[in-house]
């Protein structure tokens, strides 16, 4: 029995045994065919409440019917054993009848992370949550009416759409299709900047798809950035940017925790390149005309807290000096978003996008991770901010 096939066991006879013995019809978890992606059970439904999986974004966990107005799902991996486990959950409720619904939240191969957002009539808005002593479990009392519950906001690919098509409109950019996924979405590459301006910023977005506060900083950061070049020419001129937003789509539409259609974590896959998204940036890095450098890259992700890993021991002058101009000393400087500088040294082999750039252009490349808590307003305003400060860091140690 390979990896796959056990951790599906494992599921179903925890269900079972944790739920005493009766359970909805369920489906397989994400990534156990290849040719087709899973879909989600269509509903999990009582005669006054109605749980669905039915958008792009939704987890498809197992859901098991407790009582007339109480549920239980199970959250579980694509693969087992997730790296740095990132337990997704969403769904759409709807309840017919005054009164709450009880919803427990069950995991396998993980703790409870995430807690609990509601969407209604586009607001979005925390709810209370009993967690388990172990973290194996939480509950939380959904109100009545309908709405959406989910571990983090939910950025489906239509948002990046959204996003592509008013970032290029309004600074004048392309927007590329560097490749397929394996579901056949787009790998979609946003390009600013004179094709023969020297320099060239790489950022990639969602390699992992619960990261949506890393989403909220790469956003403005990258508008600010642009907004930069806009307005002065001779940035214009040195700068290019290619954008990577969404480098996972099939990983967002699916509710996956880590992992791509392929069941691979992306950011494990820089150097082996056995998946078409991350070969895809790869790719169109290889035909950069020979005048065109990368000088940054920046891999936004979330984390229990704001911090950036950087280069450790392996960072020359130059990145010494650009991380000193940047980031050191800023630690406590920006409005609620306080975070910390970590340096890692490069370890050729380990798969990350930090990891990769810096071994293959020599050139700062940060992880940007943002905490799964931290105010979208401060994580904003403090992207903004260091985004400004990243261009005027970066001509300072450039040679003319």
Not at 62 to 74: A, D, K, N, P, T
Not at 143 to 156: D, I
Not at 299 to 308: A, G, V, Y
């Amino acid at each position: 029995m390979n990896r796959r096939s056990a951790l599906a066991a494992t599921i179903a006879l925890a269900t079972v045994a944790a739920l005493g013995g009766c359970a909805t019809p369920t489906i397989e978890p994400p990534g156990t065919t290849a040719a087709q992606p899973a879909i989600a059970a269509p509903s999990c439904a009582t005669a006054s409440a109605t749980l669905r999986f039915d958008f792009a974004g939704a987890s498809s966990a197992r859901c098991v019917i407790m009582g007339e107005r109480e549920f239980s799902l199970v959250i579980s991996p694509e693969h087992a054993p997730p790296i740095n486990p990132s337990p997704w959950y969403a769904f759409r409720y709807s309840s017919s009848e005054p009164g709450g619904i009880t919803i427990h939240l069950r995991y396998l191969e993980a703790h409870h992370r995430y807690s609990p957002k509601l969407t209604r009539n586009g607001k979005i808005s925390g709810l209370p949550v009993t967690t388990a002593t172990d973290g194996s479990s939480a509950t939380f009392l959904l109100p009545a009416g309908e709405g959406t519950v989910s571990a983090q906001p939910v950025l489906a690919t239509s948002h990046y759409t959204d996003v592509a098509r008013r970032l290029t409109t309004r600074f004048d950019g392309q927007r590329l299709e560097l490749g397929r996924s394996l579901d056949q979405r787009p790998v979609e590459g946003l390009h600013f900047g004179a094709a023969d301006a020297p320099r060239l910023v790489v950022i990639l977005g969602r390699q992992h798809p619960p990261e949506v506060t890393g989403a909220f900083a790469l956003e403005p950061f990258l508008e600010e950035l642009l907004t930069r070049l806009q307005r002065d020419s001779r940035l214009h001129a040195r700068y290019q940017i290619l954008a990577v937003p969404l480098l996972n789509p099939d990983g967002v539409a699916m509710g996956h925790w880590r992992a791509n259609r392929g069941g691979a974590d992306l950011n494990r896959d820089w150097g082996p390149f056995t998946q078409p998204e991350t070969r895809a940036v790869r790719d169109w890095l290889k035909h950069l005309p020979s005048a065109t450098t990368p000088v940054a890259m920046l891999d936004f992700h979330s984390t229990q807290r704001n911090l950036f890993y950087v280069q450790g021991d392996e960072a020359d002058a130059v990145g010494e000096a650009f991380l000193t101009r940047w980031l050191v000393g800023r630690e406590r400087q920006l409005a609620d978003y306080p975070f910390t500088i970590e340096r890692r040294n490069n370890n050729p082999g380990s798969g990350t996008a930090k990891n990769w750039f810096f071994e293959r252009f020599a050139i700062p490349a940060y992880t940007y991770e943002v905490g799964d808590d931290t105010d979208p307003a401060a994580t904003a305003a403090a992207a903004r901010i260091l985004a400004a400060e990243f261009l005027v860091a970066l001509e300072s140690v450039e040679t003319p």
